[in-house]
């Protein structure tokens, strides 16, 4: 009862001060949204803003606020993205006793409908139900009572506050599993099995762009999303275990040459199949064998004995090349008396391998320029084969000497 009497005499002492102010103006250095019409529009389905009602007038037509707010008042507007509960409130800011908030619909300001709001020495939150796409007015004004009876400071920032809590739908059973997917791939590879919910929607990964750090299982995040968001609100807390394959991997023996003799090339291996930016740091226990054989010619290199935790590994042989060496055949330098036979001619060789000598050799002619007086004559190799070897020539001399006269 003492309360109710309070209530009246403050509402009769600011209803005095309206009938005996005059009605001010916008002053200098006023806030922006000193006025109904300039309403600062805030969006979202929460949030937070910061504004100021130092130097706020009292505009012609406005009624006190929950018949308590009666002087600097400042002006939101507000637009409900769902449908649910709103709770708007001025906590953290600098002005607090003695300041009343108020929520409205209408058009203008002598033309308003209470929707919620309070004194927020008596109730420092505004709750009320919303309908998406109905747009309010908060007005936060201060009480002359307080500022005239105890000196309260009512000019100052303001922090408005709000949020919407939305219906929760029921869920009554959470996914029991999920398709597997592949090391590498996201969740929204996956299907989620099972669920039921009290309203129509579908379950979902929680964060369906997450791609599980190794092959096996993953624990995961499931949420429920309502088919009407604008009502409903998501419901999160469901798990699912989540199974993971490892991915394919191919090993490919690089292709290596030598020249026949040479030792072995270091073999090598290219990679297709790496997720994650993985690299062959990953993969252990590689080895590579190769047909045998030193002739010329191709030899298959095989890859084996590879693993990696997170990989399905196939393999891809390559070739070894042996290529033939460079064997030079040159016709060594010769002599003879004028009017003797030709000697017989022969080759020396650069280049043998593997302890092989001139028996690897068919076919090797010799030839010479024609003539027989004194002078020299071009010695030349030909027709060589070696199965192992290229073979390049290099010519030799055949000098003929003046043969000795006695006279």
Same mark, same amino acid.
């Given at each position: 009862?003492?309360?109710?009497?309070?209530?009246?005499?403050?509402?009769?002492?600011? %209803?005095?001060?309206?009938?005996?102010? $005059?009605?001010?103006?916008?002053?200098?250095?006023? $806030? $922006?949204?000193?006025?109904?019409?300039?309403? +600062?529009?805030?969006?979202?389905?929460?949030?937070?803003?910061? !504004?100021?009602?130092?130097?706020?007038?009292?505009?012609? !037509?406005?009624?006190?606020?929950?018949?308590?707010?009666?002087?600097?008042?400042?002006?939101?507007?507000?637009?409900?993205?769902?449908?649910?509960?709103?709770?708007?409130?001025?906590?953290?800011?600098?002005?607090?006793?003695?300041?009343?908030?108020?929520?409205?619909?209408?058009?203008?300001?002598?033309?308003?409908?209470?929707?919620?709001?309070?004194?927020?020495?008596?109730?420092?939150?505004?709750?009320?139900?919303?309908?998406?796409?109905?747009?309010?007015?908060?007005?936060?004004?201060?009480?002359?009572?307080?500022?005239?009876?105890?000196?309260?400071?009512?000019?100052?920032?303001?922090?408005?506050?709000?949020?919407?809590?939305?219906?929760?739908?029921?869920?009554?059973?959470?996914?029991?599993?999920?398709?597997?997917?592949?090391?590498?791939?996201?969740?929204?590879?996956?299907? %989620?099995?099972?669920?039921?919910?009290?309203?129509?929607?579908?379950?979902?990964?929680?964060?369906?762009?997450?791609?599980?750090?190794?092959?096996?299982?993953? %624990?995961?995040?499931?949420?429920?999303?309502?088919?009407?968001?604008?009502?409903?609100?998501?419901?999160?807390?469901? +798990?699912?275990?989540?199974?993971?394959?490892?991915?394919?991997?191919?090993?490919?023996?690089?292709?290596?040459?030598?020249?026949?003799?040479?030792?072995?090339?270091?073999?090598?291996?290219?990679?297709?199949?790496?997720?994650?930016?993985?690299?062959?740091?990953?993969?252990?226990?590689?080895?590579?064998?190769?047909?045998?054989?030193?002739?010329?010619?191709?030899?298959?290199?095989?890859?084996?004995?590879? +693993?990696?935790?997170?990989?399905?590994?196939?393999?891809?042989?390559?070739?070894?090349? *042996?290529?033939?060496?460079?064997?030079?055949?040159?016709?060594?330098?010769?002599?003879?008396?004028?009017?003797?036979?030709?000697?017989?001619?022969?080759?020396?060789?650069?280049?043998?391998?593997?302890?092989?000598?001139?028996?690897?050799?068919?076919?090797?002619?010799?030839?010479?320029?024609? !003539?027989?007086?004194?002078?020299?004559?071009? *010695?030349? $190799?030909? !027709?060589?084969?070696?199965?192992?070897?290229?073979?390049?020539?290099?010519?030799?001399?055949?000098?003929?000497?003046?043969?000795?006269?006695?006279?």
């Amino acid at each position: 009862m003492k309360d109710r009497v309070k209530r009246i005499s403050a509402f009769s002492f600011c %209803l005095l001060l309206v009938i005996l102010l $005059p009605v001010l103006v916008l002053a200098e250095g006023s $806030p $922006p949204n000193d006025n109904f019409a300039n309403a +600062t529009e805030i969006e979202g389905r929460s949030g937070s803003v910061i !504004g100021s009602n130092v130097g706020a007038t009292f505009e012609a !037509g406005e009624q006190p606020h929950f018949a308590y707010g009666d002087r600097y008042s400042a002006w939101w507007k507000w637009t409900a993205p769902v449908n649910g509960t709103a709770t708007f409130n001025i906590n953290g800011s600098s002005v607090y006793s003695g300041m009343v908030l108020g929520v409205y619909t209408g058009s203008s300001v002598s033309e308003l409908t209470e929707v919620a709001g309070s004194l927020i020495n008596i109730n420092p939150n505004a709750v009320f139900s919303v309908t998406k796409g109905s747009t309010y007015y908060i007005c936060v004004s201060g009480c002359s009572y307080y500022e005239v009876n105890y000196g309260t400071n009512l000019q100052g920032d303001i922090v408005l506050n709000w949020n919407v809590e939305m219906a929760k739908p029921e869920v009554y059973e959470w996914p029991t599993s999920a398709t597997a997917i592949t090391y590498g791939e996201s969740l929204s590879a996956s299907t %989620l099995i099972g669920g039921s919910a009290s309203v129509p929607g579908t379950f979902e990964f929680v964060d369906p762009s997450y791609v599980p750090l190794a092959a096996g299982s993953s %624990l995961v995040g499931v949420q429920f999303v309502p088919a009407d968001q604008d009502t409903y609100d998501i419901v999160t807390g469901g +798990t699912v275990t989540l199974p993971v394959n490892k991915a394919p991997l191919t090993i490919t023996a690089e292709n290596k040459s030598k020249v026949y003799g040479d030792p072995d090339p270091a073999f090598s291996a290219s990679y297709d199949g790496f997720k994650l930016n993985d690299t062959p740091a990953v993969v252990s226990g590689l080895t590579f064998s190769r047909e045998e054989g030193e002739n010329v010619g191709q030899y298959t290199i095989t890859p084996s004995g590879a +693993t990696a935790s997170n990989y399905t590994i196939s393999y891809a042989s390559g070739l070894l090349t *042996i290529e033939p060496a460079p064997l030079t055949i040159k016709a060594d330098d010769k002599s003879k008396v004028y009017g003797d036979p030709d000697p017989a001619f022969s080759a020396s060789y650069t280049g043998f391998k593997r302890g092989d000598t001139e028996d690897v050799v068919s076919g090797l002619t010799i030839s010479r320029l024609p !003539g027989e007086d004194a002078g020299q004559y071009t *010695i030349t $190799p030909s !027709g060589a084969t070696a199965s192992n070897y290229n073979i390049s020539y290099q010519s030799g001399t055949l000098t003929i000497e003046p043969a000795p006269l006695t006279i």
